[in-house]
């Protein structure tokens, strides 16, 4: 196991450790506690690992599950997580299971229009198109695409992240010029975005999208200026490093 990982894992099961013994005290800090599985369970992922990442999250299910008054919003990011964990898993089948559970029970508790369930709607899509449903694949994300411009405004970066995907999704059904309108308005966003919104691996990947279809509709000079830029942007990235979370991240289709 790379030396770095391993001590991340270390560090990550003393914080779970100790937000288990508060929680036990104190019923309120079971979010508190989500989250700090959630960043070991990520953890467990990128060992892969991932029975130990599942048994984590179904902890931190029945911890949730055993409240007085189950908070809808906690069980709801708790599915998707666990919803994200099968489909990195390749479990598609269980991986929609709980996505379309973590709905219902939004739905239910009244959050069904939140930003947590349009990622939930995203990322259902990113399965359907998968599995070549891509007319579920595109309700799906147009539902997402409705929610996030109402919460977040047209000008953000998940607004972008999900005309990416719609653009992905065309070009898998060969609609060139679909995605291509999706792809230029991923790229007019993400241009404009502030610095501590931007994610230069995003801008990048638009610049390969676009390229893409550009070359599929003919006009190789753009298409090959366009990958030129991206890989310029990527020459200067920086490394990631994820934050605790309640929900499973918005996925942003790369497979173009």
Not at 190 to 214: K, P
Request: net charge neutral.
């Amino acid at each position: 196991m790379d030396p770095n990982l391993e001590r991340q894992i270390a560090s990550a099961s003393r914080s779970v450790e100790e937000a288990r013994r508060v929680a036990y005290h104190d019923s309120t800090r079971i979010g508190a506690l989500v989250e700090q599985i959630s960043v070991l369970a990520d953890l467990r992922q990128k060992e892969g690992d991932f029975r130990k990442a599942e048994s984590l999250y179904r902890e931190a299910l029945y911890r949730a599950q055993e409240q007085r008054k189950p908070d809808p919003e906690l069980l709801t990011g708790i599915h998707s997580l666990l919803a994200h964990l099968y489909d990195r898993w390749g479990r598609m089948d269980q991986a929609c299971q709980f996505y379309e559970k973590a709905l219902k029970i939004a739905e239910a508790g009244g959050i069904a229009t939140s930003d947590k369930v349009a990622t939930i709607k995203n990322n259902l899509a990113m399965i359907f198109k998968q599995l070549r449903d891509y007319q579920k694949a595109e309700l799906y994300y147009q539902e997402a695409l409705e929610i996030f411009q109402r919460t977040d405004g047209d000008q953000s970066a998940r607004v972008a992240s999900v005309f990416n995907n719609l653009g992905v999704l065309y070009y898998a059904n060969m609609d060139v010029e679909h995605a291509q309108q999706m792809h230029e308005q991923a790229l007019y966003i993400r241009q404009n975005l502030a610095n501590d919104q931007m994610d230069s691996a995003d801008l990048s990947q638009t610049y390969i999208n676009l390229g893409a279809v550009y070359k599929a509709s003919g006009d190789f000079q753009k298409a090959e200026a366009c990958v030129d830029r991206a890989k310029k942007i990527r020459a200067s990235m920086n490394g990631y490093h994820p934050n605790p979370r309640r929900a499973a991240a918005l996925l942003i289709d790369k497979s173009l």
